[in-house]
């Protein structure tokens, strides 16, 4: 076995893999940022709010969320101006391996929360007594059974219980986590195909990226403030429709 190669672009699989999970775990507006990310390895926070047209407030909440999901990694710089004066600038940018790993936690974490829900549900499946409307659960069965008569009857006034359907809804999640495993596929294919690549040092900690459209821009609408207009117009909204990840929400 031979170290897998040492890579000093980021590969086109991983940045299919961000812009896919930014787009089920979170909302629109995390997916226009985290894009600028993919295209610009590290960018500066002033830069970023003028490509994405946010409020400071929106933007700082977006990177907050999305720096406290580890899904990307914030730097500070202080630059000096030509005058002596010096300014701190947080630059963002993601570190894929460190995505990776956020991305195969996630998951591994909503299937275990699935799989309780699973396992709790089926505790849960309950008698209830007909005549007094007593409710039982599996756990007091044994209290319930009549030795007499085979049955299972009413603590209270001795009617035979009937399984409560309404109490359970144990079909449901027994499908979940097939249906949970079926959609992830797609992303679990995208991770399964990122195992063996080694990232090289310079693209997991990235140097500052000039924006060319920010510098020589001659008061023409950029690619980003025209997606951010749409944003703001939620034309885009129906992109959400298909979200695979959804079932098991935000965390
Ligand atoms: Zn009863």
Do not use: W
């Amino acid at each position: 076995m031979t170290d897998p190669e040492v890579v000093t672009e980021i590969p086109a699989v991983l940045k299919r893999l961000a812009k896919y999970v930014v787009r089920g775990f979170y909302g629109l507006e995390h997916a226009l940022a985290l894009d600028i990310l993919i295209r610009n390895p590290c960018v500066k926070e002033e830069d970023m709010l003028e490509l994405l047209k946010f409020d400071r407030k929106q933007l700082r909440a977006v990177l907050n969320t999305l720096k406290l999901d580890k899904f990307i990694k914030c730097r500070m710089r202080v630059e000096t101006a030509s005058d002596g004066k010096t300014t701190r600038h947080n630059f963002y940018f993601i570190n894929y391996r460190l995505l990776v790993n956020v991305v195969k936690y996630k998951l591994d974490h909503m299937r275990r929360r699935i799989e309780t829900d699973e396992r709790d549900s089926t505790n849960r499946a309950s008698f209830k007594c007909p005549n007094c409307c007593s409710t039982f659960t599996d756990l007091e069965a044994n209290q319930l059974f009549d030795p007499m008569t085979g049955t299972f009857r009413c603590t209270f006034c001795q009617t035979e219980v009937e399984e409560d359907e309404s109490a359970m809804p144990k079909k449901d999640a027994r499908t979940l986590v097939a249906r949970f495993n079926e959609q992830i596929k797609p992303l679990y294919d995208l991770l399964r195909e990122t195992e063996d690549i080694n990232l090289a040092y310079e693209i997991l900690e990235p140097e500052p990226t000039e924006i060319p459209s920010l510098r020589q821009r001659s008061g023409s609408e950029t690619c980003y403030q025209q997606l951010a207009t749409l944003v703001h117009s939620h034309v885009f909204v129906a992109s959400n429709v298909h979200n695979p990840l959804t079932i098991s929400g935000h965390h």
